[in-house]
């Protein structure tokens, strides 16, 4: 059964069963029902019991869906919103191609350096010029979120250049700063954030870069310590890096920068050009690594993880450093032999001193990106897990699930002989970092 028939299935079936419920009340138990049919795939909802009263038939089915945190998680706190699904919103997972249909460009673009290096790199690409991003909001802007890669606008970013990482509040930060170098990604994963976030579907690259180091001076011209700064937050970091050529400007510029460790983070594994300018010093290349299985299943259109592990390798290889994170880390039944067969074939291929860091996060998103996902990504398995609303609003795993994969996997990572300094939690709790032993000291 489709998802989208299941879901007015589960409607019309607690309709008919349970008529006297109020309007909210009932959309807490379609949400419910439509989640147990679909994790026990049980489409006569034949689990449904007798009506009694709302609390005890809504307490009844917590129990159920959630099986392992329905004792300790206020029942308040699952997100019980009703499934919205259809077909036309689902991602589009099989189209690997990274060239553009469209490139445009605002007026003031003519004559940069990136726009000449797309010309060339894209000689069949149709160019169009616009009179600004913002009056072509609607033109530049495809049609769905799915065919943002389609479209490529090369523009003038004017402020958001360098910051702090926001780190969710409530959570201890790891220092992090972002290089915000373009927005929108080539990929599609089901869990990425981006998805509930980017408001035009296209892919935005900045031709003035030059600004983005004038501002770096202006407010990191008087740093005693050292910082780590990378791309990312809204992008790849060398996903189209053969068409920007954005990482030997970089490079060439945080060389120079005594005080600075910089990070390219990536799912892809487009390392040649950083092999070719990178110095050892300041310059980590860092993954993104999941499971084989989950990686299958959940990231489309990137990398694979062996080519992944393969180019850590090859970096490693030259003499360079890299790093990973394990983020978002899934919590399963077959949880523990998934990680340390990852970790495993991470360490057969790189050895633990030439590993910078390892962050860990485990799986979490706001509210609004749980909608966008369900409509994008409806066979995600990810929709199964046990989540609830935490102490930042957002979706996450309880506690005692997040404690149990960081403690395993800490464990296999010390295991291989990572020093355990070098591993940090991302948007984690303190009460978390005090648990397991782990210290907020972040000497890059």
């Known amino acids: 059964m489709k998802l989208s028939e299941l879901a007015k299935a589960a409607e019309a079936e607690i309709e008919s069963a349970y008529p006297l419920l109020k309007a909210n009340k009932k959309r807490e138990i379609v949400r419910l029902a439509f989640d147990i049919a679909r994790i026990k795939k049980d489409f006569s909802f034949s689990f449904l019991p007798e009506f009694s009263n709302y609390h005890s038939l809504k307490a009844r089915l917590i129990k159920i869906r959630y099986p392992l945190s329905f004792k300790k998680v206020p029942p308040d706190s699952f997100y019980l919103t009703v499934p919205d699904l259809s077909e036309k919103d689902e991602a589009v997972k099989d189209d ?126 008087s740093i005693k310590r050292k910082i780590r700064i990378g791309t990312g937050e809204f992008s790849d970091s060398l996903a189209l ?56 299943q959940e990231e489309f259109l990137c990398a694979s993880l062996e080519e992944r592990i393969s180019a850590m390798k090859k970096l490693t290889g030259s003499g360079l450093k890299t790093a990973f994170h394990l983020d978002p880390i899934v919590f399963s039944k077959d949880f523990k032999s998934l990680y340390s067969g990852l970790i495993e ?34 066979d995600s398995k990810l929709l199964d897990g046990e989540l609830f609303l935490d102490f930042d609003g957002k979706l996450r795993y309880p506690f005692f699930i997040r404690e149990q994969m960081y403690s395993f996997i800490i464990g296999e990572l010390e295991k291989r002989g990572l020093k355990k300094e070098k591993i940090y939690l991302c948007m984690e709790s303190p009460s978390m970092w005090k648990k397991l032993l782990l210290r907020p000291c972040f000497d890059w």
């Open 241 to 296: 890096d053969d068409f920007t050529g954005y990482s030997s400007d970089l490079i060439e510029f945080f060389s120079k920068k005594e005080n600075v460790i910089f990070e390219f983070k990536t799912k892809s594994a487009n390392i040649d050009r950083i092999i070719d300018f990178a110095q050892p010093e300041n310059t980590v290349v860092s993954f993104s690594l999941s499971p084989l299985e989950i990686s299958r």
């Open 96 to 221: 690997k191609d990274l060239y553009p249909e469209k490139v445009f460009y605002e007026s003031a673009a003519r004559g940069s350096a990136l726009l000449e290096r797309l010309k060339k790199k894209l000689p069949l690409c149709e160019f169009r010029e616009i009179d600004g991003l913002k009056k072509n909001r609607d033109i530049v802007s495809a049609t769905s979120y799915s065919l943002r890669k389609k479209n490529w606008v090369v523009m003038r970013q004017k402020s958001g250049f360098a910051g702090e990482c926001p780190c969710t509040r409530g959570c201890i930060s790891c220092g992090y700063f972002n290089m915000n170098l373009g927005f929108g990604c080539p990929y599609e994963c089901s869990y990425c954030y981006l998805q509930g976030y980017q408001n035009i579907n296209a892919i935005l690259l900045p031709y003035n870069i030059e600004d983005f180091f004038e501002e770096f001076d202006r407010k990191f011209s």
């Open 345 to 378: 074939s991470v360490f057969s291929s790189v050895k633990p001193q030439a590993l910078a860091w390892v962050s860990l996060g485990s799986f979490r998103f706001a509210r609004e990106t749980f909608k966008t996902m369900e409509k994008r990504f409806p």
